[in-house]
């Protein structure tokens, strides 16, 4: 599995064959930021200080910003295919809801994948040698 595509599904950093979390359903609030504290497949810590994942911040402040783009770019392309009425400046509450919504919806996967982005920065890939 390619490191990008383990990094989006949430895969171990070091082996890329098992979850990084507890739960792997998404939409599971009382579980979403539980992470493994060693993968159940190579046995690498996932949590190998406390604090580890503070640094995930910096990522999802990233991706957020990258989300309002986004909808920004989106708002912008619908008004200009004539789906909607929108300017930025004309319709600033429209470009607020349509952000918020859009924040709160992909909130779980962001909030996984900045950690996971994280992880993987930080934990290096151990290949096939990790096998137990
Ligand atoms: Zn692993």
């Known amino acids: ?40 497949h190579c046995h690498t810590d996932l949590q190998p200080e406390p604090g580890f994942y503070f640094g995930a911040a910096y990522v999802s402040w990233a991706l957020t910003v990258a989300t309002w783009v986004a909808v920004l770019v989106a708002l912008k392309t619908f008004a200009a295919l004539g789906w909607i009425e929108f300017a930025f400046l004309t319709h600033p509450i429209t470009f607020l809801l349509s952000g918020i919504f859009t924040s709160l919806v992909i909130f779980p996967y962001m ?12 934990i290096p890939f151990q290949g096939n040698e990790s096998h137990p």
């Open 111 to 122: 909030f996984r994948l900045s950690r996971s982005i994280w992880s993987h920065w930080f």
């Open 1 to 40: 599995m390619s490191s990008l595509k383990a990094t989006l599904t949430f895969q171990c950093p070091a082996c890329r064959k098992a979850s990084m979390y507890e739960n792997p359903k998404l939409y599971t609030w009382s579980s979403i930021g539980k992470t493994k504290k060693n993968c159940s």
